[in-house]
């Protein structure tokens, strides 16, 4: 890369750092290329992107974020993974360090939180926004669904006792 290139992918990286939310860092050092691109789609696929790129481009772009704390874990090959939803990419990241013992989680941040490996994992755990969200809309119609109920019963009962009077007295 040349100076132009690299002030320019630190630039675009700053920003993208700038916005997220989490940030997840791992070595991955002995992965093949085919398990490279089997990470890269499950972060895609969890709505988070995986970047490799030298450490001290990636600590110039920390530089003037919420995460410029997290600088201490680029040491060796590392790559970062980043999301938007707090979940996705340690969720994402988590399950690929199950299939495989060359790639390792350093850590990452979670806004200004400094996370551990351990913490990396029980975030890993935690519902995403879509699965918190699902729940919370489900837990909003049930009790509309209740009250739905509860108000036609009555009308419903009358509807009954109309209509049993309607056949008493056609019977009669």
Do not use: C, W
Not at 33 to 44: D, P, S
Not at 67 to 79: A, C, D, R, V
Not at 134 to 141: D, R
Request: avoid cysteine.
């Amino acid at each position: 890369m040349e100076r132009a290139e690299k002030h320019e992918f630190v630039t675009a990286l700053n920003e993208e750092l700038g916005s997220t939310s989490v940030v997840v860092v791992a070595h991955y050092a002995g992965l093949s290329v085919a398990q490279m691109t089997a990470l890269r789609l499950k972060v895609r696929d969890a709505g988070g992107t995986v970047k490799v790129a030298k450490n001290r481009l990636v600590k110039l772009a920390l530089q003037g974020t919420d995460l410029e704390h997290i600088n201490g874990l680029f040491t060796g090959p590392t790559l970062i993974a980043y999301s938007e939803d707090p979940v996705a990419a340690p969720k994402a990241m988590v399950e690929f360090a199950k299939t495989t013992d060359k790639f390792v989680i350093l850590g990452g941040a979670l806004g200004k939180t400094n996370l551990n490996a351990e913490g990396v994992k029980s975030l890993a755990t935690m519902p995403s926004l879509d699965e918190l969200r699902a729940k919370l809309v489900g837990m909003i119609q049930t009790p509309a669904s209740r009250i739905a109920q509860v108000v036609n019963a009555p009308a419903g009962q009358l509807a009954r006792v109309f209509g049993a009077y309607a056949k008493k007295d056609e019977a009669a």
